[in-house]
């Protein structure tokens, strides 16, 4: 019995052992171990100039404004080489809030990040170089809104064309203005009103309303308040004709306010 039991033991053991005579190094070479090394990843492509850097979709949608809204607030383009149609110099200022989300003249939701501005004569949808005649820089933009009603003044830019025109700090500026662009003649024809304010006081404004609608019979005649809180009176000629709002405009004063020449359209 006792030789079986030594053979038993015998297997047993050299059974245990194997695993380590298995990991010994054979033949006296070093064993090559196979390692899955991922590939390097492709060098960045360079974006073309111009274009939109990957992510800026992402940043846009974070930010809450859309390509179309980031096309919006870009300056209006115009062709190459175009030529000024009319030229006039003055004083520019800027307004934002509380116009800011307010509906324009044109009937477009005032943005004062986009590159606008308010004039009281030039057809709606004009575009127009602005050009600030201490700095000399400039900047195109399009007329969606009517003003300035302070005398002047010929010009009133958004927010973001006053910070590129220097106009911002100052609050005004000399500037020349070319048009560039517009959608209607300039000098026939358009929808034409008068405008007058503004009166700190409603009874003041409602009053000079009175006073005009017994005086010009055929006109439209309403009064109105601003955002800032103070009021105006705005005279609709009979078929809004430039040369009847002309004619109005120069036979009346007010000492509360100034009279304006506006046009509509």
């Given amino acids: 019995m ?22 010994l190094p054979g033949c006296g ?80 939701v005032y943005n004062m990040h986009a590159m606008t501005a308010a004039h009281r004569t030039l057809p709606l949808g004009t575009i127009v170089r602005v050009t600030n005649l201490k700095t000399g820089h400039t900047a195109l933009v399009r007329i969606t809104d009517r003003g300035p009603f302070i005398p002047g003044r010929i010009i009133d830019l958004s927010l973001s064309a006053a910070r ?8 005004i500026a000399q500037v020349k203005v070319e048009v560039m662009q517009t959608p209607a003649p300039l000098e026939t024809g358009g929808k034409w009103a008068v405008q007058i304010g503004s009166f700190p006081h409603e009874e003041a404004a409602a009053k000079l309303a009175d006073h005009l609608k017994q005086r010009y019979r055929t006109a439209k005649v309403v009064k109105f308040s ?19 709002a002309r004619k109005l405009a120069a036979e009346n004063e007010t000492p509360e306010g100034a009279v304006f020449l506006v046009r509509l359209d």
């Fill in 29 to 108: 070479h070093s064993r090559q171990v196979h390692v899955d090394v991922p590939p390097p990843p492709p060098a960045p492509e360079t974006p073309e100039a111009g274009s939109r850097p990957e992510g800026a979709a992402k940043h846009d949608r974070l930010s809450g404004t859309s390509e179309a809204e980031s096309a919006d607030l870009a300056e209006p383009a115009i062709p190459a080489g175009a030529k000024p149609l009319a030229t006039e110099t003055g004083q520019a200022s800027w307004y934002g809030p509380p116009y800011h989300n307010r509906r324009g003249s044109n009937g477009e």
């Fill in 226 to 244: 601003s955002p800032v809180g103070d009021w105006w009176v705005r005279v609709r000629v009979l078929n809004d004709d430039r040369e009847r």
């Fill in 2 to 23: 006792k030789p079986r039991v030594g053979c038993v033991l015998s297997i047993v053991v050299t059974l245990a052992l194997l695993p380590a005579f298995l990991l």
């Fill in 164 to 171: 590129k025109l220097d106009v911002y700090s100052p609050g």
